[in-house]
């Protein structure tokens, strides 16, 4: 982990980007832009493997200046393992190039309850803690930007009252776990997207989870509200969090809003993708977290593929937004 003795221009505009709303509570942690000298570009990605093993490939050549070579998160679950090997390795890499890794952790017990494309998770409740709290100590003091639980927080209606009080009860341990474990880290609560809970049920969500002890929460997770509805909604949850006593900034998911939403969510067609991670844009960051071309499942454009898949023939036509 680089110390941060010398400027950056990367993170002197988070000042001037972060709306006036989100300033009420100071950040919990260490800020890890100023630690480091841009966001990291992973060589191994899915889009990434795909372009060195078809170099020939037509579509190479636009799939890797567009979206190979642009930092994006990795996400982690129950397939990547030992989870503290898979996270330290992954932030190691980012740290010894003095980069700013991207993660979203995804083994939340239940996950995807009412998508069901993208199930499984932990299997109880104990396991979840566990494998979270080794996620946590394996980052470490290096800095890092987390996003905790994709959909956690907008599956209520799909879950028993038990299963919310466990589900919550996981996320605000979590909170806590990065908090205690990783002081170089701000991690973000999922908060879904505009078109899914109301601001104000968001907001009581948020806070049940813990959201207090988090850094902030992250908006349109794999999904493709354009920005600027995103930005209006995370606003509105900010503001509604000052009822509990403080306020907390946002993140938003622009790796395929280029074009919006057609109001489908699962690999619909004519998607777009969107803004590059950077800072600001109307939030504190706007990151891709979901990796373009990538599919939701089998559905839609990405019929007879798995979730997580990737798909180079979406993932090209998202480059251009058809």
Same mark, same amino acid.
């Given at each position: ?14 000042? =001037?980007?972060?709306?006036?709303? =989100? ?14 000298? +841009? ?10 493997? %795909?372009?060195?093993?078809?170099? /020939? ?21 129950? %397939? ?39 199930? +499984? ?26 996003? =905790? ?15 919310? /009080? ?25 908060? +879904? ?13 948020? /806070? ?89 499942? /089998? ?24």
């Amino acid at each position: 982990m680089k110390r941060p003795t010398r400027p950056r221009v990367f993170a002197a505009a988070l000042a =001037l980007a972060i709306p006036a709303v =989100l300033l009420v509570a100071p950040a919990a942690h260490a800020d890890p832009v100023s630690q480091t000298s +841009g966001f990291y570009v992973n060589p191994s990605s899915s889009p990434a493997s %795909w372009v060195a093993a078809n170099p /020939n490939d037509g579509r190479a050549a636009a799939i890797r200046s567009q979206i190979a070579q642009r930092p994006m998160a990795s996400w982690f679950g129950n %397939w990547s393992g030992d989870i503290a090997g898979a996270v330290s390795r992954y932030v190691g890499a980012a740290d010894a190039v003095d980069k700013l890794p991207l993660l979203v952790a995804y083994n939340i017990p239940g996950r995807d309850a009412c998508g069901g494309h993208s199930g +499984g998770g932990a299997g109880s409740v104990g396991a979840y803690d566990a494998w979270i709290s080794s996620f946590a100590s394996a980052i470490g003091n290096r800095p890092a930007v987390v996003v =905790l639980e994709p959909d956690s927080l907008g599956d209520f209606s799909c879950m028993s009252q038990a299963q919310i /009080n466990d589900r919550v009860g996981m996320l605000s341990r979590a909170a806590n776990q990065f908090r205690s474990k990783a002081p170089n880290t701000w991690a973000y609560l999922d908060a +879904g997207n505009p078109g899914w809970i109301d601001a104000q049920t968001m907001a009581q969500r948020l /806070n049940m989870a813990g959201v207090a002890n988090a850094h902030g929460f992250a908006l349109n997770v794999s999904n493709y509200f354009t920005t600027g509805d995103n930005s209006n909604y995370g606003n509105r949850v900010a503001s509604a969090l000052r009822s509990y006593g403080y306020s907390k900034p946002f993140v938003i998911d622009t790796s395929r809003n280029g074009n919006g939403g057609n109001g489908q969510w699962c690999n619909p067609g004519g998607r777009r993708i969107g803004t590059p991670t950077q800072m600001g844009g109307g939030a504190e960051m706007l990151l891709w977290l979901k990796t373009p071309g990538e599919s939701d499942g /089998n559905c839609g454009v990405g019929a007879g593929s798995s979730a997580g898949q990737f798909l180079p023939e979406v993932a090209y036509k998202m480059i251009y937004g058809y």
